[in-house]
């Protein structure tokens, strides 16, 4: 089976539970397999910075999949890799090795960005910003973000951001009336 969906097929998600049924019926070999080539295709997703292997189908993929738990003092070496922590799902964005004191996986989003369905980044669905000092956040040009009640255009990539959209003088940051 190929998991290579895009995102502009409306029938995404119900053929995607429906290959996971099947799978499922298949057996434990067959799951062992998907789960190994699954794993292999969000990696080389990643590496061709095309992206089309959504959130959405992650999460639906742990229904199937068992994603390995964080392992601290590990040495997070391949972009992509997923893991669970706290019932969550995270994966990793760059190198690295873990430290839970130092760098906590809920709010280091220069290693780890947390997997989820809440937010598409657009002007209607913008992606909450953490309101929290010296949180992290790869922010990305052309992106709405959700601060302080406010939405905010990101003007600009900024990589491990720790300024808030509403930092006085940041041009990156255009405020939406």
Not at 115 to 140: C, F, H, K, W
Request: proline letters at 5%; hydrophobic letters at 40%.
């Amino acid at each position: 089976m190929s998991v290579t969906h895009r995102k502009d097929k409306p029938d995404e998600t119900a053929a995607i539970k429906e290959e996971m049924q099947e799978v499922k019926a298949a057996g434990e070999s067959t799951v062992a397999l998907l789960s190994l080539s699954f794993k292999t295709q969000i990696i080389q997703d990643r590496a061709a910075k095309t992206n089309a292997i959504t959130d959405e189908m992650i999460l639906q993929s742990a229904e199937l999949i068992e994603y390995d738990d964080f392992k601290d003092k590990h040495e997070y070496s391949t972009i992509g890799e997923i893991f669970k922590f706290d019932d969550l799902y995270f994966e990793v964005i760059a190198k690295h090795t873990s430290n839970a004191v130092a760098y906590p996986v809920k709010t280091t989003f220069a290693y780890y960005r947390h997997i989820e369905l809440s937010a598409a980044g657009t002007i209607d669905d913008p992606i909450p910003y953490p309101e929290g000092a010296g949180i992290v956040v790869n922010v990305v040009a052309g992106k709405y973000y959700s601060y302080g009640g406010e939405v905010y255009l990101a003007k600009a990539d900024m990589p491990n951001c720790v300024y808030p959209p509403n930092t006085a003088g940041m041009w990156q940051w255009e405020k939406v009336k």
